[in-house]
């Protein structure tokens, strides 16, 4: 059984930085996707990042780009979310995802999530 448990998140002011982690386990992942995602009050769960578990290139939305940056550590089995130049827009419960297989953009094609981790940017 896949497990995503991601941690890291926090209240941080605008133009701060914060850095989420998510350890995976359950499984092999060298063949997946792993993603970053998230929500805010009241909108549709929107893709951040995303980066293969083999290596390789790496995607962002354009709303995070430049200012995020995923990785990840094979040794430790964790994906890592760096963000820094946080903006009260980026407020929103985060959530690391996995799929079997190249990135999507949409979450409907992630079967494995965690249980997410709020970060709040005061103004």
């Known amino acids: 059984q896949v497990q995503l448990v991601e941690s890291g998140g926090g209240l941080v002011q605008a133009g701060g930085s914060l850095r989420l982690s998510c350890a995976a386990s359950g499984r092999s992942f060298g063949s997946s996707t792993m993603a970053w995602f998230r929500q805010a009050p009241g909108k549709e769960r929107e893709f951040a990042a995303a980066i293969p578990w083999s290596g390789g290139s790496t995607a962002y939305a354009d709303s995070v780009k430049g200012r995020f940056t995923i990785s990840r550590d094979n040794t430790k089995n964790t994906v890592y979310l760096q963000m820094n130049s946080l903006k009260p827009e980026d407020t929103a419960v985060y959530y690391c995802?996995?799929?079997?297989?190249?990135?999507?953009?949409?979450?409907?094609?992630?079967?494995?999530w965690g249980q997410g981790t709020q970060v709040t940017v005061s103004s």
């Open positions: 995802a996995a799929r079997v297989g190249s990135r999507y953009f949409s979450a409907s094609q992630y079967p494995y």
